[in-house]
């Protein structure tokens, strides 16, 4: 009896790690199960080529890397550690990805409205008085930085973290707290103007007066607004140096 062999089809080839790329691998299992923490050391260069057998050029290579995504800092003299792992280390990567291709900003504000919008409608149904006495306060306090840039974006950061933190969800927090900073990779590049940040803070008030009145569809539907209005106004805007 003739055995008939099936024919299988490889579309994807194995792919080749080079050992630099083996040797971050191990660091980053490590970080993911809590073996390394934040602010932890590395071992010297020699002694973690030893423990894991491998070349000293190919740890030196794997640091790099892992330095590049933000995730360890080489301090001159003093070694190799884990950096805080937050957001404004770990988003390096990605804001240089953007900045080399404006067509994402379109797909970065419709993933900022669809979480916003989620967020503002948990908000107004968790949050507690002090917290909404909290965001009013915030909400006061940013008026007064209309003619200051810099300021605002400070205010602004407040005012939506009040919110990411009044959702009930720490996940939420941490995207919104993300996508947030990309956008303002672009929005730092545009010439704010005063109207600007205006209508912002007007967005802010309905946003605001939504949640105080626990309606979480106009919570939820003042919150995508003002991600429009945010995205229009930053494509609108001459780029410092260049165009939009």
Do not use: C
């Not at 067509?103 to 968790?126: Q, T, W």
């Not at 009930?168 to 927090?173: P, V």
């Amino acid at each position: 009896m003739t055995t008939k062999m099936t024919k299988l089809n490889f579309d994807i080839p194995i792919k080749r790690e080079s050992v630099a790329e083996m040797v971050a691998r191990r660091i980053l299992d490590m970080v993911t199960s809590k073996s390394l923490k934040p602010g932890d050391q590395l071992p010297p260069e020699r002694e973690l080529a030893e423990q894991l057998n491998v070349s000293r050029p190919s740890v030196r290579e794997a640091i790099r890397g892992l330095s590049i995504l933000g995730v360890v800092q080489s301090r001159q003299g003093g070694g190799a550690y884990i950096t805080k792992l937050d957001g404004d280390a770990l988003l390096g990567p990605i804001r240089f990805f953007l900045s080399l291709d404006n067509m994402n900003i379109p797909d970065l504000y419709d993933a900022r409205s669809l979480v916003e919008g989620d967020v503002a409608r948990r908000a107004a149904i968790n949050m507690d008085d002090i917290q909404i006495a909290t965001l009013e306060k915030i909400l006061i306090q940013q008026e007064a930085t209309l003619e200051d840039a810099s300021e605002f974006r400070l205010s602004d950061f407040k005012f939506h973290e009040a919110i990411w933190i009044g959702s009930g969800n720490s996940f939420l927090k941490r995207i919104g707290e993300s996508l947030n900073a990309l956008g303002l990779e672009f929005r730092r590049r545009a010439s704010e103007k005063p109207e600007v940040l205006a209508q912002s803070l007007r967005d802010h008030r309905v946003l605001f007066n939504a949640l105080k009145a626990r309606d979480p569809a106009a919570a939820a539907l003042a919150a995508e607004k003002h991600m429009q209005n945010v995205y229009s106004s930053t494509m609108n805007q001459p780029i410092k140096g260049g165009t939009p």
